[in-house]
């Protein structure tokens, strides 16, 4: 599976939009992009996850750049609950693709 | 989604001791994931456990130090044998529901003295 490269840390304003980058330059292309994220002391939380095309839904949208070596997640409106580690994970398609957590993104929402 | 129960939640064990994990699935899956997440750290996969077959252990993980069980597609146990400080750690599970990612269990918090 393709590694990914995210930024360890971020800050954001509450209510403003959080967005957090992640750079899979080797991503091959049957594999998707997923986000999961980690609240403290909890275990990881399915976010969205995509392939080539820009996903949304209730929590967040991701966009995936045309040469799909990049993405980004956006958290629309952060809230302070959304304080927490976020992990962009490649992953293949097939049912033996294993998810590789990398060390993620520490994303403090601030009031 | 699924729903995970895993038990137990915390435990404190003496050095040289084992505990088993248990986690309960409320469907049926064909593959479980073991995962270990030590203190300040990010989450390493231990291994796959499929129904009616050995668990695929991953590189740095052995089946004497970490045997696993499998008896069907809803449950599985994690073995921590001959437990040393290091252990001390997160353990999760987690299964595959295909599209909709992955769903993790709370985690077991061990603690070994």
């Not at chain 1, 971020?10 to 609240?39: F, K």
């Not at chain 2, 269990?105 to 003295?113: A, E, F, K, M, N």
């Amino acid at each position: 599976d393709a590694k990914t490269t995210q930024p360890p840390s971020m800050d954001c304003a509450e209510g403003r939009a959080a967005n957090l980058p992640c750079n899979h330059s080797t991503i091959s292309g049957n594999e998707y992009v997923y986000w999961y994220r980690q609240i403290h002391s909890q275990g990881p939380q399915y976010i969205i996850h995509g392939l080539k095309n820009n996903e949304t839904n209730e929590m967040a949208s991701l966009i995936i750049t045309e040469d799909r070596k990049s993405s980004t997640l956006i958290l629309p409106h952060a809230t302070l609950r959304d304080t927490a580690v976020y992990y962009c994970i490649v992953r293949g398609s097939s049912n033996t693709g294993k998810l590789i957590f990398g060390q993620g993104t520490t994303l403090q929402v601030k009031p | 989604s699924a729903v995970i129960s895993q038990k137990p939640s915390r435990d404190i064990c003496q050095r040289g001791t084992s505990l088993t994990i248990q986690c309960q699935v409320d469907s049926q899956v064909t593959m479980m994931f073991w995962y270990r997440q030590q203190p300040g750290q990010s989450l390493t996969l231990i291994a796959t456990a499929n129904q009616g077959s050995e668990a695929t252990y991953e590189s740095g993980f052995v089946i004497d130090k970490f045997p696993i069980s499998r008896p069907n597609l809803t449950f599985s146990t994690l073995t921590v044998s001959n437990m040393s400080p290091e252990d001390s750690s997160i353990y999760l599970c987690s299964v595959d529901l295909g599209n909709y990612g992955y769903t993790f269990g709370s985690g077991t918090r061990l603690t070994v003295v």
